[in-house]
C-alpha cells in the first residue's frame, strides 16, 4: 500500500505544477498561504468520492526549521486516539465479549465501589462521574482512581471530559483479551487497515520519523506535558476514517452507538457526529496536546475526507477545513487568521512590557494577519494561562484590558472577567480588592453562583 500511495504522492506533485484543475489549484493555494500566514505546519490529505485530490506537506520537522517534513512524518493525534478504544470496545461486544450495561467491576477489582455503580457504556460517554484525571502511567492512575471516594454524579447523569474513562477502557481490554492494549488494537485495529500506527516515544526520546512540536515562538514542546501519546503518520489517520467509515472495523449499528452523546454541549466517543435516520452524515474530531493538533471530517453525502496533522499547534485547523469544503462545493473560501491567543501568551509570559508592546502593534499595524473576531475570549484565555502560571499581577491587567472591551450587554461574560480578577487578589492574599471584584462581579450579574461562594468563604475566613 505505501510503495502505491507515494506513486501517487509523486503524481499528485507533479500535476500540481502542471495543468492542475481549478479546484487542487485553490486547495493548493489556500494550504501555502496558510502556512505562510503561520497557521499550518504540517500534512494533510483530502479525498473525494474515494479518490485522494489533494496531499501535502508543508513545514518543518521541529523548532529548528532545520528538516522539512515529508509523508513519513509522524505526529500526536491527541484525542482522536480516543476513538480506537471506543471502536475495540465495540468490536469486543460484537464478538459477544462484553455487554456495554456490564459494571467496570465485573473486569477490574482493585477499584473502590464506586466501580460497581459505572457501566461500560458510561466510561464511553464520559458520564461516568468519574473527576478529571490525567496521568501518565498506569501506576499513576490506579492510585489516583483508588484515592476517589465518591463520584462527582450518579452514572449517565451528567458528562465529565476526564481521561480516567478513557483508562478504565483499556484496561476492561487489557483484561478480556489477556493483550496490552497498543498490541490488542495494532493487530485487531490498524492490521485491517493495513496502516502503521502507535508508535510510542520510547524514554521521551523521537525515532527517526517522529516529528518534535514548537510553540509559535519556535520553543521546543514536545514533552512539556508528558511523552507517553502514540504517534501516527498522515495516511495511517486517512486510512483510519476510511476504514471505519467504510464498515472494515464495526458495523453501522456500532458506529451510531458510538456517536451518541451526553447533550447538545459534550462530545462523542467520535467527538462530533451528525446522524440522520441512523445513519452517519458527517463526522469530525478534533485532537490536541503538547502544541500537537489533528483534525479529521468525513462528509457521507459525497464520501468527502479531510484529515491533518500539525506540531504547531494553531487551533485553525477546523477553519482550514472550511475553506477546504467551500473550496470542493464552488463556495468562496478564505485564508483563516492567525490566534491572537496563541502568539502572545508567551511573550507577555516572558515579558509583560514587550508583551504587552506586541499585542498592541499587531491591533494597530496586522489586523489583516490576526484574527480579532474572538478578541475579548483570546485575552481571557490569555489572562488564565498567566494566572496558570502564577502571574497573577499580569493577569490582573491583561482581564482589565479585556473588561474594557466586552460588550456591555454581555452581562455574564463581563461578571466573569471580574470574577477572575478577583480570585486573582485572592491568591495573591490581598481579600480587600478580592472583595471589590467580586462584589462588583455580582452588580453586573447578580445570578453569579461562584462569586457568591467566593465572597461568603472570604467572610468565613
Known amino acids: 500500500m505505501k510503495q502505491k500511495l507515494l506513486f501517487l504522492i509523486v503524481f499528485l506533485s507533479c500535476s500540481m505544477i502542471i495543468g492542475q484543475p481549478n479546484k487542487q489549484r485553490n486547495l493548493d493555494s489556500l494550504m501555502r498561504s496558510a502556512n505562510e500566514t503561520g497557521i499550518f505546519n ?5 479525498a473525494k468520492e474515494g479518490k485522494i485530490i489533494y496531499v501535502s506537506q508543508l513545514g518543518y520537522t521541529d523548532y529548528t526549521k532545520s528538516k522539512r517534513l515529508c509523508y513519513e512524518s509522524s505526529m500526536s493525534i491527541g484525542s482522536i ?10 468490536l469486543l461486544k460484537e464478538k459477544g465479549k462484553l455487554k456495554l450495561e456490564d459494571k467496570v467491576s465485573d473486569y477490574l ?7 460497581n455503580e459505572i457501566q461500560i457504556q458510561h466510561l464511553l460517554q464520559y458520564t461516568s462521574g468519574l473527576p478529571k484525571i490525567s496521568k501518565n502511567t498506569e501506576a499513576e492512575y490506579i492510585s489516583e482512581l483508588n484515592k476517589i ?7 449517565g447523569k451528567g458528562y465529565i471530559y476526564s481521561n480516567a474513562n478513557i483508562f478504565l477502557q483499556q484496561e476492561i481490554i487489557k483484561k478480556i483479551t489477556s493483550l496490552s492494549y497498543p498490541d490488542f488494537i ?6 485491517p487497515l493495513d496502516i502503521e500506527g502507535g508508535e510510542i516515544p520510547k524514554d521521551s526520546i523521537l525515532s527517526l520519523n517522529m516529528a518534535g512540536s514548537f510553540d509559535n515562538d519556535y520553543k521546543e514542546t514536545t514533552f512539556i506535558h508528558g511523552g507517553g501519546e502514540m504517534y501516527f503518520t498522515i495516511s495511517d489517520l486517512f486510512y483510519w476514517v ?8 464495526i458495523n453501522q449499528n456500532s458506529l451510531h452507538i458510538l456517536s451518541q452523546k451526553f447533550d447538545i454541549n459534550s462530545e462523542s466517543n467520535l467527538g462530533n457526529v451528525v446522524i440522520k435516520k441512523g445513519k452517519v452524515l458527517e463526522h469530525s474530531h478534533q485532537g490536541s496536546g503538547n502544541n500537537y493538533e489533528s483534525f479529521i471530517f468525513y462528509r457521507n453525502k459525497d464520501n468527502l475526507t479531510i484529515t491533518m496533522i500539525t506540531n504547531n499547534q494553531n ?4 477553519e482550514i477545513a472550511e475553506s477546504i469544503i467551500n473550496i470542493l462545493d464552488n463556495k468562496p473560501f478564505s485564508v483563516p487568521k492567525k490566534s491572537i491567543y496563541l502568539d502572545i501568551r508567551g511573550k507577555l509570559l516572558d515579558n509583560y512590557d514587550s508583551g504587552i508592546a506586541f499585542y498592541n502593534h499587531i491591533k494597530s499595524k496586522e489586523k489583516d494577519k490576526y484574527d480579532f473576531s474572538n478578541e475579548v475570549s483570546d485575552l481571557v484565555n490569555t489572562g488564565k494561562y498567566l494566572m496558570r502560571r502564577d502571574k497573577y499581577d499580569d493577569a490582573i491587567k491583561i482581564f482589565t484590558i479585556s473588561a474594557t472591551t466586552i460588550d456591555l450587554s454581555n452581562l ?10 478577583g480570585e486573582c487578589y485572592l491568591k495573591s492574599k490581598n481579600k480587600k480588592m478580592a472583595t471589590v471584584f467580586y462584589k462588583k462581579a455580582l452588580e453586573v450579574d447578580s445570578t453569579n453562583k461562584l462569586a457568591q461562594e467566593m465572597l461568603k468563604e472570604i467572610v468565613n475566613k
Not at 476510511?242 to 472495523?249: M, T, V, Y
Open 242 to 249: 476510511k476504514g471505519l467509515h467504510d464498515g472494515k472495523l
Open 315 to 318: 487551533f485553525k485547523l477546523p
Open 81 to 90: 486516539s480516543k476513538e480506537f478504544n471506543g471502536v475495540a470496545i465495540l
Open 149 to 155: 471516594k465518591k463520584l462527582e454524579f450518579t452514572p
Open 412 to 421: 455574564n461574560r463581563n461578571s466573569n472577567t471580574y470574577t477572575l480578577i
Open 186 to 191: 495494532k493487530e485487531n485495529l490498524f492490521e
Open 109 to 115: 477489582t482493585y477499584l473502590p465501589e464506586w466501580a
Open 42 to 46: 504540517g500534512n494533510i490529505i483530502v
